[in-house]
């Protein structure tokens, strides 16, 4: 399992991370969502041994990563944001080259790059010179790299970053296969949406702290149980809100460009009513339509609200 403790992490008077309590429990894919300079790569390279902490505690496998580096390391596979490949080697030498740094034993190396090279999809381009492959396939092939000596925990920063759309569906697959593997598996990226079919939990990250934690069944759920309506016209200041405020299946309201944005609850029928009422009020709507919802608003939305409870 991971598992952190007002892990912190400042450079100067910036903090990085700050006070960060996660707990990640065994065999769970666990998906760290923030847009760049959030804090998610300086959080897994701390957790790789890469960084040390200001402050605060972090363990994985029972390992403290500051006081047993050596023992984290064994137990973790990391993949970076940015790596670099080995020009002459093919790809069945670059997995055997990694499994000697990890001393796995080399009866063992052979069927264990076929299995995985199976699972990554590059059984075809073993004898392939890794820096011939396409970057989606260089990705892939660093996740097997980092299950070569089969570890408990695999920490992947932005595993799709800069893949093309066939790619991405590549790799979503690819992360399915950890799952079924039964690895422990911490994954950050910019794009909560990439991790709706992926991951078990999620967590959002913004400027260095941890504002919402939540299981990625139960934000599906509300997905389709919520919708967002798009509202524009012409109305007094306030009075839109103080309509909307009477709904009891309105849930959030933010302005957006020219309009605003509802987060509703209520049935097709409900939302009829609730535009028969903007008009009993003497509102223009020029718009009343639904809007594809916002994952990320509507988890930072009811994160808000169960911590209310």
Aim: aromatic share 6%; net charge negative; hydrophobic share 40%.
């Amino acid at each position: 399992m991971i598992l952190t403790q007002n892990l912190c992490k400042r450079y100067g008077r910036m903090a990085a991370v700050q006070d960060m309590n996660l707990s990640i429990a065994p065999g769970t894919v666990f998906g760290l969502v923030g847009e760049n300079g959030a804090g998610k790569t300086t959080a897994l390279s701390m957790l790789a041994t890469l960084s040390t902490p200001t402050s605060g505690r972090a363990y994985i496998q029972g390992f403290e990563v500051t006081r047993e580096p050596r023992a984290v390391r064994r137990c973790i596979g990391y993949m970076p944001d940015a790596f670099g490949v080995y020009d002459d080697l093919t790809v069945m030498e670059y997995l055997r080259f990694f499994a000697d740094c990890y001393r796995v034993d080399r009866r063992l190396v052979k069927a264990r790059a076929d299995d995985l090279l199976e699972r990554v999809r590059l059984t075809d381009k073993r004898d392939t010179y890794v820096n011939a492959l396409s970057r989606g396939m260089q990705q892939r092939l660093e996740i097997a790299r980092c299950l070569m000596h089969d570890p408990a925990v695999l920490i992947l920063d932005e595993p799709s970053s800069g893949l093309d759309p066939k790619s991405r569906l590549e790799m979503r697959t690819v992360l399915h296969g950890l799952r079924d593997m039964g690895k422990t598996v911490l994954i950050s990226t910019h794009i909560l949406n990439e991790l709706a079919e992926v991951a078990d939990e999620v967590g959002i990250l913004r400027r260095g702290e941890l504002v919402a934690v939540a299981a990625v069944q139960v934000m599906v759920q509300h997905s389709s149980a919520y919708r967002t309506i798009r509202i524009d016209g012409r109305f007094e200041p306030g009075e839109l809100e103080r309509v909307l405020a009477a709904d009891r299946h309105v849930v959030d309201v933010h302005a957006a460009d020219a309009g605003w944005n509802v987060l509703y609850a209520g049935t097709l029928a409900q939302q009829a009513d609730l535009l028969t009422t903007l008009v009993q009020h003497g509102m223009a709507i020029t718009q009343f339509s639904e809007q594809p919802t916002d994952i990320e608003q509507l988890f930072l939305r009811l994160s808000a609200i169960q911590e209310g409870m």
